[in-house]
């Protein structure tokens, strides 16, 4: 199992959060849409595949790939060495998140990170995050205005430079610099050793990091999810994604 009909079956995390009075968990549209569009199957994992030994690993067989979603909430400070409660958490994606990343590397399965998703690749690989990207007076403003039309919100805003040297470069082709949106409130303060960092913006925040001595596991802080199919930059990241999901898949099977 794992591709359908020469299509790579993509694990998507999902985040927890209220529908009415009941507690749920959701996947925004936009991600699924991106895989569909560039190749792939989506399929939302719910964070209770934490809650009995082996649930993760066994489902981790099927798949040929992992999105990490971005999301409202943030990663629990404890995780990065930080005292305090986080007023947006979402600890069971926490949870979920990081069996995803440690099952991944192992097994080297292709994965993509999205703005938490990217914050969720650093913590896990020992990295560190500011907490509140505004307090810092090191960088320019980072958030969305959310009450602007979402169209607004997600329209680019700075610039990221590609390292000359990385494999965002190679896989577009060009270390030219691209305009990007721009919709946290985090960043990234310490990499960690197992990551190498792929593009800063012009005021030198990470904005894209990879994981080393991996096949493909790319992640970035803007969201190419947003209207994937009208922006080229956009475009070459999930196809060279489910490129490489398609690849691992056709590696493991006997």
């Not at 489902?59 to 986080?86: A, C, F, Q, R, V």
């Not at 919709?183 to 960092?197: A, C, K, N, S, Y």
């Not at 803007?222 to 956009?234: A, N, Q, T, V, Y």
């Amino acid at each position: 199992m794992g591709i359908i009909f020469d299509k790579p079956l993509i694990g998507v995390v999902m985040c927890q959060n209220f529908i009415g009075s009941h507690v749920g968990q959701t996947v925004h549209n936009k991600y699924l849409d991106a895989i569909v569009l560039a190749g792939g199957v989506p399929l939302p994992l719910p964070h209770q595949l934490m809650h009995a030994p082996h649930l993760l690993e066994n489902s981790m067989t099927m798949l040929d790939g992992i999105l990490l979603t971005g999301s409202p909430s943030n990663i629990e400070p404890w995780h990065y060495g930080e005292d305090g409660k986080e007023a947006h958490a979402d600890p069971a994606r926490d949870r979920l998140a990081f069996g995803l990343i440690t099952h991944a590397i192992g097994k080297k399965m292709p994965m993509f990170g999205i703005c938490r998703g990217l914050q969720e690749m650093v913590v896990a690989n020992g990295g560190a995050l500011h907490r509140q990207l505004h307090m810092t007076h090191l960088y320019q403003e980072h958030r969305e205005d959310d009450s602007l039309p979402l169209d607004e919100q997600y329209a680019p805003v700075h610039d990221v430079q590609p390292e000359s040297d990385g494999m965002l470069r190679e896989l577009l082709g060009s270390d030219a610099p691209f305009a990007v949106n721009s919709l946290h409130g985090q960043g990234i303060r310490e990499t960690g050793p197992q990551l190498r960092v792929e593009a800063r913006a012009a005021d030198g925040l990470v904005e894209a990091v990879s994981l080393r001595q991996h096949p493909f596991a790319l992640a970035v802080q803007w969201h190419p999810e947003w209207h994937s199919e009208d922006d080229p930059i956009s475009r070459r990241l999930f196809a060279a994604f489910i490129a490489a999901a398609r690849s691992y898949h056709k590696e493991k099977q006997p």
